[in-house]
């Protein structure tokens, strides 16, 4: 079982940035794919991007590969979202995931959830 703990939310301007980080413990396998998803007030939770554990390969959501990144630290079991150029629109609850497999948009895939850590972009 994969434990994952977010951290790095907080208030910011329109126009800012962030950088979120997921710690991971537990066993991580050599298909984990880790995931960021958000949910704002009243929405439906989204994907928002993916890495491959092992490679690194990664994937972000059309509408955000402008101006947010993914990577990850094997050494130190984290994944990180780097969030630029900040937008209201960007508000809500931004979750971290756990699945093996293959990077996928669909929540209900991701068998380890962290707690989430909210991100606040005033206009």
């Known amino acids: 079982q994969v434990q994952l703990v977010e951290s790095g939310g907080g208030l910011v301007q329109a126009g800012g940035s962030l950088r979120l980080a997921c710690a991971a413990s537990?066993?991580?396998?050599?298909?984990?794919?880790m995931g960021w998803f958000r949910q704002a007030p009243g929405k439906e939770r989204e994907f928002v991007a993916g890495i491959t554990w092992i490679g690194g390969r990664t994937y972000v959501d059309d509408s955000m590969k402008d101006r947010f990144t993914i990577s990850r630290d094997n050494a130190k079991n984290t994944m990180y979202l780097q969030m630029n150029s900040l937008r209201p629109e960007d508000t809500g609850v931004y979750y971290c995931a756990h699945r093996a497999g293959t990077i996928t948009l669909t929540n209900d895939r991701y068998d380890a959830w962290g707690q989430g850590t909210q991100v606040t972009v005033s206009s």
């Open positions: 537990g066993r991580l396998f050599s298909n984990s794919v």
